[in-house]
C-alpha cells in the first residue's frame, strides 16, 4: 500500500458548484497533511494545511481531516474555471513528504 | 514570502554529460529535496537533506548524486545524463519543524531534456 492515495480522476464540475476531492493514507504517515495545486507545466503551490482533526477553512477552500478513518479531504466551494489544475495530497512525519499521485479537477464554464 | 529558486528553466544536454541542477532557497529552512515528475507517476523523491553536508537517498537515487555545503543551496547533479532522465525536476524546502509549519515550497521546476 503507497503512503498516500488519490484518485486519479478526472473530476469534472460545473461552474459554481462544490469540488469534493479526496485522499486516503497509511499508519507510516501521520503527522501533517497538505493540499498543494499544480496547473500543467508548473510546480506545485501549497493551498492548505491541516495538522488536527477537523475542518480548516480558508476563502473558498476547506480541508477536512478524519485520523480515525485516515482520509483527508479539499472541498472547493463555488468551483471556477480557474481551479482546474491537479491536486496534490501529501503527508508529511520524519523529515520527509510523501505525495498521492494526484486527482484532475475539470471546472466546465 | 518563502522563495525556492532553481538555476534553469529549460535545460537541453546530450547523453553522458555531467548536469549540475542547483537551488537555492532564502528562508533558512533545515530540509531541501529535489523530485523529478514524470506524466502518470507522479512526484518520486530522489535525495533529500536535513542539514548541511547531510543527504539521504530517496526512492529513485539511482544515476544521481547531491552536495549541501551550504545550508541556502541544495545542488542535484547527473554523473552521467541518460535519455530516461529526460524529466520535469523539482526542488523544495521546508522548514524540520515539529507538529504544525512543516509546509514544503517548491522551485519553479528545470525541464530537462537529454538527447
Known amino acids: 500500500q503507497k503512503e498516500v492515495e488519490q484518485n486519479s480522476g478526472p473530476l469534472s464540475v460545473p461552474e459554481g458548484a462544490i469540488a469534493s476531492l479526496n485522499c486516503t493514507y497509511s499508519d507510516r504517515v501521520s503527522q501533517s497533511f497538505f493540499w498543494y495545486r499544480q496547473y500543467s507545466g508548473k510546480s506545485p503551490e501549497l493551498i492548505m494545511s491541516?495538522?488536527?482533526?477537523g475542518d480548516k477553512e480558508d476563502g473558498r477552500f476547506t480541508a477536512q481531516l478524519n485520523k480515525a478513518s485516515q482520509y483527508v479531504s479539499l472541498l472547493i466551494r463555488d468551483s471556477q474555471p480557474s481551479d482546474s489544475a491537479t491536486y496534490l495530497c501529501a503527508a508529511y512525519n520524519f523529515n520527509k513528504f510523501y505525495f498521492g499521485s494526484g486527482t484532475k479537477l475539470n471546472v466546465k464554464p | 514570502d518563502v522563495k525556492v529558486t532553481q538555476s534553469s528553466r529549460y535545460l537541453v544536454k546530450r547523453t553522458g554529460e555531467k548536469v549540475f541542477l542547483e537551488c537555492v532557497q532564502d528562508m533558512d529552512h533545515e530540509n531541501m529535496f529535489w523530485y523529478r515528475q514524470d506524466p502518470g507517476l507522479g512526484l518520486r523523491l530522489i535525495y533529500f537533506?536535513?542539514?548541511?553536508?547531510?543527504?539521504e537517498k530517496g526512492d529513485i537515487p539511482e544515476g544521481y548524486s547531491v552536495s549541501r555545503e551550504k545550508k541556502e543551496r541544495f545542488s542535484l547533479i547527473l554523473e552521467s545524463a541518460s535519455t530516461n532522465q529526460t524529466s520535469m525536476y523539482l526542488c523544495?524546502?521546508?522548514?524540520?519543524?515539529?507538529?504544525?509549519?512543516?509546509?514544503?515550497?517548491f522551485g519553479q521546476g528545470t525541464r530537462l531534456t537529454v538527447v
Open positions: 523544495a524546502s521546508s522548514p524540520r519543524g515539529g507538529l504544525v509549519n512543516t509546509e514544503a515550497f
Open positions: 537533506s536535513y542539514d548541511v553536508k547531510m543527504k
Open positions: 491541516i495538522y488536527s482533526n
